[in-house]
């Protein structure tokens, strides 16, 4: 069982990465604790998600976690699967303050729950194993759940380790019900957690505070003493703390034993006035530590902001996703270029593609871009649907995208640093809407 | 390339060296310095128990208004001809007239400053009982219970996050203070503080004798520098363009003030009052619509588009270039700051910040702007709205 419990590496996924189209260094693995798994399945890594449970075929899997909205309960009940084949047609009303029983857009290429959402079905004398159970769904079919929940895969991924139906950054408290990945635990000493932000995987403390190294700290020693250590706080391994991996152990000077994580010795920084804070790399020579980062395109710029530091393009603007979910009892998504695009045309030109291309434009690939990595890829786009279209289709234009979504730029905000379309949208955009690309917040919430 | 430090900087900075010490009387700060952190911030309005300002009743919200447009009658109706395009209207304001009676406050009584130093018929008299005072923003919300005192659920919640959000702590300093009761030449400086407010025990009420650090980080772009004056106790600044930080449930947000003044009453511990100006139109509806969604709006009956026209059928100042219209409207902010003491910047890193300052030029709107036809709606003719919305207030 120890042996079980080991400490494994994760593989690199997609090692080729285009050229001119990633911009940080080689990207570095995330260990796991290992899990018995039903035969065939397997863990993946994935760019932003950390490592992720997948069937057979490596295609990610995702649970749709039961969830209380302004009116009612959507998703799904342990041991249950509301996900099925019946193509909602009215609008389900969960969202204050408008009705339900709308007529919902574009009904005749409106998909069921289970057509983007395949359940992840069991093969017939299928044994429950660890945390993997099998679940009865309504049409008798036989379903894996894993803790009780319903499985399913996403039509949108392609490769294995694409977490493109879902994430897991923290969503706010009216999001859509939204599908997750399912992970394995981490492998990490106790004390330590892992979060999910658009930068990559932060290493936090187990109470949520940012983990930081030095850039003065040289061979795994601390040179933070004194009046140093008052302010960074070296991050103390127990008696019982042992090397494995990439975590270390120093002694310091003080007596004290150190956390050191990849040839860093770890510490928190005490002026930091909320979890979560990444107001210590405000600090020359103070980094965050990301157990996995997140490679941006190079022709990106970074920029500051009053609220903390926003991705960019070329010519400073803020980049901003979009994000979207309807209010249909299956929670469909509609921010991807494959699925309705009536609500986001509506909030970016009042109904008009014109319009929306003026305020909302696109981001344009450079010439010579192509796609970087599973997450942020270069795709054609017809600009009078925003659907994918042909390479040489007339007028489509060559556009960065986010996780297989489209970014934008805002007409609105005149130069480097605005962010006036940040929570844009209904819901302050946790519904529909547009969220600048924060790579560092000051504000709490805003980031995860 | 750095720039050279303005000529108005030099004083400020000896304000910075001299730094704050406690007072040696309470009239006469020593140092002659003393700073406040807001604490509270409201839109000063009329708003008397019996709403005596508000003749025709309260303003109903988009969900009447929504019922009003599509009552349940059986009709079989589409998302986007209904809830999108609502929530439309809200994202892509236009000035069309609407079929539905939008209730202003009314005089003779309002709270704010005389901005113009002219006494026009759609002035007010202050609480107090100083006439000319400027405060269209009373029109526009005064009937509108989501921002009517004392607890308004806007008002309530926009009031709160000044203390809790680190984001919006606004910071006025006091230089060249000889008393606090009289002083006919004082530098004020505004600034983003960077840490908590000091509470009691209760953690919802500010005590003074806190710190703050000024925050040259992120936060040049609210610097501002003034002239003022004490007479009798009351603080009173010259005009200058103010842009502020006021973010609510942690999404940033900013909003802008023409030639803003500030009128405070000040105490060693605190100073209450009103900071007045000319509010730009279209940055005060992008925090309200980023802010307050239609859900929100519904608590205390708001209508975002139905408050975009009132702002515009009410502008009194900056008129557009290009169009005439006004863009800007008159108002005034309730503000209750408290004593702070500042732990000063080191001179060159201020200095520093101010090359970094940028004057934000205020939101302009959608740069596509929507077709004012396109908002036009017409209301079942059964329904008793139309009579009213016929008999409209304007």
């Known amino acids: 069982m120890r042996a079980l419990r080991r400490l494994v590496l994760v593989a690199i996924a997609g090692a080729a990465l285009a050229q001119g189209s990633v911009g940080l260094a080689a990207e570095r693995t995330e260990a796991w604790i290992p899990e018995p798994m039903p035969p065939g399945f397997r863990v993946e890594p ?10 057979a075929a490596g295609r990610t899997l995702y649970r749709w976690p039961f969830r209380v909205m302004r009116n009612g309960v959507t998703g799904d009940a342990r041991g249950e699967s509301a996900c099925t084949g019946v193509k909602y047609t009215e609008s389900a009303g969960l969202m204050s303050p408008y009705p339900g029983g709308l007529v919902l857009p574009e009904l005749d290429t409106r998909p069921a729950c289970t057509d983007v959402w395949p359940p992840e079905l069991a093969p017939a004398g299928a044994e429950p194993i660890g945390n993997w159970s099998v679940i009865t769904r309504k049409d008798g079919r036989q379903q894996w759940a894993y803790d009780g929940a319903a499985l399913y895969t996403s039509v949108l991924d392609r490769r294995p380790g694409d977490v493109l139906g879902g994430d897991k950054p923290e969503q706010g408290f009216d999001s859509p019900a939204v599908r997750e990945p399912i992970a394995p635990e981490p492998d990490l000493p106790p004390g330590f957690m892992v979060n999910t932000t658009l930068r990559g995987r932060i290493l936090l403390t187990e109470r949520g505070f940012t983990v930081y190294t030095s850039d003065a700290d040289r061979r795994g020693r601390s040179r933070c003493i004194g009046a140093c250590a008052q ?11 042992r090397a494995r991996g990439d975590w270390h152990i120093v002694d310091r000077t003080d007596g004290e034993r150190q956390w050191v994580f990849r040839g860093r010795p770890l510490y928190r920084h005490l002026a930091d006035t909320h979890v979560r804070s990444l107001e210590g790399t405000d600090v020359p020579g103070w980094n965050a530590v990301y157990v996995r980062e997140v490679p941006q395109p190079r022709e990106f710029t970074v920029q500051q902001t009053p609220a903390g530091v926003v991705l960019a393009d070329a010519q400073g603007k803020t980049i901003y996703t979009y994000t979207c979910g309807d209010d249909a009892p ?8 494959s699925q309705t695009q009536a609500y986001r045309m509506g909030l970016c030109g009042g109904g008009s593609a014109e319009r929306c291309l003026k305020n909302f434009p696109y981001v344009l690939a450079a010439g010579s871009s192509r796609s970087g990595g599973p997450l942020w890829s270069v795709v054609s786009i017809d600009p009078r649907s925003g659907h994918f279209a042909g390479p040489d289709a007339p007028g489509v234009l060559r556009v960065w995208a986010f996780r297989d979504r489209p970014v934008y730029t805002f007409a609105g905000d005149p130069g480097p640093g605005d962010t006036n379309a940040e929570s844009l949208g209904e819901f302050q955009s946790e519904r529909t809407g547009y969220k600048a690309f924060w790579l560092h917040t000051d504000v709490a919430r805003v980031e995860f | 390339m750095k720039h050279p430090p303005p000529p108005r900087l030099l004083p400020m900075l000896g304000l910075l060296l001299a730094g704050f010490a406690h007072a040696d009387s309470p009239d006469r700060p ?51 001809s209904t809830q999108l395009r609502r929530e439309i209207d809200g994202f892509h304001p236009t000035i069309a007239a609407e079929p539905f009676v939008y209730r202003e406050g009314e005089g003779p009584v309002a709270p704010g400053l005389d901005l113009d130093g002219i006494a026009g018929p759609e002035d007010f008299r202050s609480p107090d009982g100083h006439g000319g005072i400027d405060n269209q923003m009373h029109r526009v919300l005064g009937c509108t219970a ?82 003022g004056r004490i007479s009798g106790g009351v603080l009173r600044t010259e005009p200058v363009d103010l842009l502020y930080p006021w973010d609510v449930f942690y999404f940033p947000s900013d909003q802008y003030m023409y030639k803003a003044r500030l009128e405070l009453t000040l105490a060693p511990t605190a100073a209450t009052g009103l900071i ?60 209750v700051f408290t004593q702070v003491n500042i732990i000063e910047p080191d001179p060159a890193e201020y200095a520093e910040a101010l090359t970094r300052r940028r004057i934000a030029a205020p939101y302009r709107g959608m740069p596509a702007e929507r077709d004012p036809a396109e908002e036009q709606f017409e209301l079942p003719a059964s329904t008793p709205a139309v009579a009213a919305a016929n008999g409209g207030s304007r």
């Not at chain 2, 919640?157 to 300093?173: I, K």
């Open chain 1, 46 to 55: 994935s760019p932003m998600d950390g490592p992720v449970f997948a069937n």
């Open chain 1, 231 to 241: 302010e960074w706080q070296p991050l103390a391994a127990p008696a019982s703390g």
């Open chain 1, 330 to 337: 299956d929670q469909l998504g509609c921010d991807h270029p």
């Open chain 2, 30 to 80: 020593t140092g002659g310095s003393i700073a406040y952190v807001l604490t509270n911030m409201s839109w000063a309005m009329q708003s008397t128990p019996g709403a005596a300002e508000c003749p025709k009743g309260l303003n109903e919200g988009t969900r009447e208004q929504f019922k009003q447009l599509f009552p349940d009658n059986g009709t079989k109706r589409s998302f986007e």
């Open chain 2, 146 to 227: 989501n921002y009517r005192g004392p607890d308004g659920p806007i008002r309530f919640f926009e009031d709160e996050m000044v203390l809790r959000e680190n984001y919006n702590r606004v910071v006025v300093q006091l230089g060249g203070v000889d008393s606090l009761k009289d002083d006919d030449a004082v530098e004020v400086r505004i600034f983003r503080g960077r840490d908590k407010v000091l509470v009691d025990a209760g953690g919802l009420k500010a005590v003074p004798g806190g710190t703050q650090r000024v925050d040259l980080r992120r936060g040049a772009n609210y610097i501002r520098e003034m002239h």
């Open chain 2, 276 to 335: 007045g100006g000319y509010v730009d139109i279209e940055t005060w509806y992008l925090h309200m619509i980023r802010n307050w969604s239609t859900h929100y709006q519904s608590y205390g009956n708001s209508s975002a588009p139905s408050i975009y026209k009132a702002m515009r059928r009410l502008a009194d100042a900056e008129p557009d270039s290009q169009t005439g219209r006004n863009r800007a409207i008159s108002g005034a902010l309730a503000t």
